[in-house]
């Protein structure tokens, strides 16, 4: 299959992904688990095997530790100025009304909650920042946090509109902070040549700002 073939592959199974994931048959308010595990059939396993189909490496897709300390390091400043945020934030009606049913979840089985929000977050990053960031631009030659390919920055672009339409229907700050976010998550997995730091930046500070929100309701 030629690279075009690939490319329009990649580009209409991210779509129809991203949808599946934003239509998925349960709810994430009354059936956290198994909308945690849709997103990861639907993130990971769909995409993975899509990429093998196509004769792409998984682990060109960022299936790998990659720079672990610049990932470690991203992931600590992202936690911590997003516990900042996460602070505000959850004395907000609209982020309390739309977490409330989700803070509900962790209070009642946190185990299972933290078990499945990461294995959502490794189908939700590998799709965004793996399957379409480096299955569009291809793996990175060099280590560059901004990089210079135009190609680059329109699988950035791409991955980062889908990433943030799904958000829609959020509390309209997130929706929008949303697409700031995809592009950086997408920047820490071009620098790190690893989808690892943004799974666990992610996972990290929706548990927190769930946490939060638990809190700040006395659940």
């Known amino acids: ?13 991210g779509i ?23 997103g990861f059939f639907c993130g990971f396993l769909l995409p993975s095997s899509i990429a093998i189909a196509l004769g792409l490496p998984v682990r060109d897709l ?19 100025v997003m516990f900042g945020f996460g602070i505000w934030a959850s004395l907000q009606p609209d982020f309390q009304t739309y977490y409330f049913a989700i803070a509900l979840q962790h ?7 933290w078990l ?7 189908g939700w990053e590998f799709l965004f920042r793996g399957f379409l960031l480096f299955g569009l631009a291809g793996k990175p030659t060099k280590v560059e946090l901004f990089p210079r390919s135009p190609k680059v920055w329109t ?22 902070g949303s697409f700031i976010a995809g592009i950086i998550l997408c920047l820490i997995a071009w620098r790190t040549q690893s989808c690892l730091a943004p799974i ?20």
């Open 1 to 13: 299959m030629r690279r075009i073939e690939k490319f329009s592959v990649v580009v209409v199974s």
């Open 16 to 38: 129809l992904l991203t949808l599946a994931c934003y239509f998925s048959p349960y709810n994430q308010h009354t059936h956290w688990v198994q909308w945690c595990f849709w």
């Open 62 to 80: 960022g299936l790998t530790v990659g720079d672990f300390k610049f990932g470690a390091a991203s992931v600590l400043v992202g936690l911590t």
């Open 107 to 113: 209070k009642r089985s946190p185990v299972s909650f």
């Open 116 to 122: 499945s929000l990461l294995a959502y977050m490794v």
């Open 155 to 176: 699988a950035i672009g791409f991955s980062t509109f889908l990433f943030g339409l799904s958000h829609w229907g959020k509390p309209l700050l997130e929706l929008v």
């Open 200 to 219: 666990l930046l992610h996972a990290f500070v929706l548990g927190m700002f769930t946490v939060m929100v638990q809190f700040r309701i006395a659940l």
